[in-house]
């Protein structure tokens, strides 16, 4: 291995990442196995998670990904995950806290808006909170708990968004011919839970710092993924180099913050987003 590249070495570690059927899991899968670690891959979607077994397999030894359903949202299946994973000799040294639910902003004609913050129902606040965010705390707890345990240390990644440092831009929602208060928004529950995982993230970067566990925030802008055109061209207008990310695009900074290459960052919200929250 070229020496410049040493530190971004994960072999022999393995990387659990929640979420991990969606658009961007694969794509931290992918990183991880690439810089050599041997991935577990969670989610609720059992066959999304095979499929993404199977496209990951292409082009990596099969024998380095591991496919568990579990929720996020239940104590007892993480930790019967992690029991399970204990028995075969599996330790996690790294934990990718990506699962969320992310509804999509749309509006139906004539009917309440009920993404708005006025009639925004509270079983939607509770069931995204769980997920995106007492997700995150319940696994940090059990995986984290056992890197800080036996000495070895290891790195929690929680995968914020721009919109924990920004607010939503709800003119980017707007549909023509319905009233104002009839516009679709992007849910305050989207905003609550990326600022909350970075107030997670800097309390696990403190609290078991003495053990060897580093915590981060990786904040990614909006990526690609067949949108409506007038909705990214609108987007496009707001960062500054012009386009939405390539799904790929967030693979380098996996394998840099999951890995030694930063054994001194911790606590840091790391935003990439072409620029968007700094105009
Ligand atoms: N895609 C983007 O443009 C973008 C931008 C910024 C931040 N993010 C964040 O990146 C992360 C991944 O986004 P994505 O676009 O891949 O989302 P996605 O909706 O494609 O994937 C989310 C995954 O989480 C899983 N999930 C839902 N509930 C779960 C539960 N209870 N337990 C376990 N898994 C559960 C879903 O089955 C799904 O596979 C999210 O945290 C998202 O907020 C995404």
């Known amino acids: 291995m070229n020496k410049a ?39 609720i979607d059992d066959s999304n998670l095979a499929a993404t077994r199977a496209s990951l397999s292409l082009n990596a030894d099969p024998e380095r990904i591991v ?13 019967a995950v992690a029991k399970k994973l204990a028995n075969t000799g599996r330790r996690i040294d790294v934990l990718v806290n990506n699962a969320a639910i992310d509804p999509k902003v749309q509006a139906d004609l004539g009917v309440l808006e009920t993404s708005r913050l006025e009639y925004f129902p509270l079983d939607q606040w509770e069931s995204q909170l769980v997920v995106g965010l007492t997700g995150a705390f319940l696994c940090s707890q059990v995986f984290g708990t056992a890197m800080a345990r036996d000495g070895v240390g290891g790195v929690i990644l929680n995968i914020a968004s721009d919109l924990s440092v920004v607010a939503p831009d709800q003119r980017l929602y707007r549909k023509k011919g319905l009233a104002c208060d009839m516009q679709p928004v992007k849910p305050v529950t989207y905003s609550v839970i990326k600022a909350g995982l970075v107030g997670l993230t800097r309390y696990l970067a403190t609290y078991w710092a003495d053990s060897g566990v580093r915590a981060n925030a990786l904040s990614p802008g909006g990526v690609f993924n067949g949108q409506g055109e007038a909705f990214v061209q609108r987007l496009n207008s707001l960062i500054p180099l012009g386009r939405m990310a390539k799904r790929d695009e967030y693979r380098a900074a996996l394998q840099f913050l999951c890995s030694d290459a930063s054994s001194y960052l911790n606590g840091q919200n790391i935003v990439i987003d072409g620029g968007r929250s700094v105009w």
């Open 5 to 43: 590249f040493e530190k971004f070495d994960l072999t022999g570690k393995t990387a659990l990442i929640t979420g991990a059927a969606g658009l961007l899991g694969v794509e931290h899968a992918a990183a991880l196995l690439e810089s050599g670690a041997t991935v577990v891959l969670t989610d």
């Open 67 to 79: 496919v568990q359903l579990m929720d996020v949202s239940r104590l007892d299946t993480i930790q």
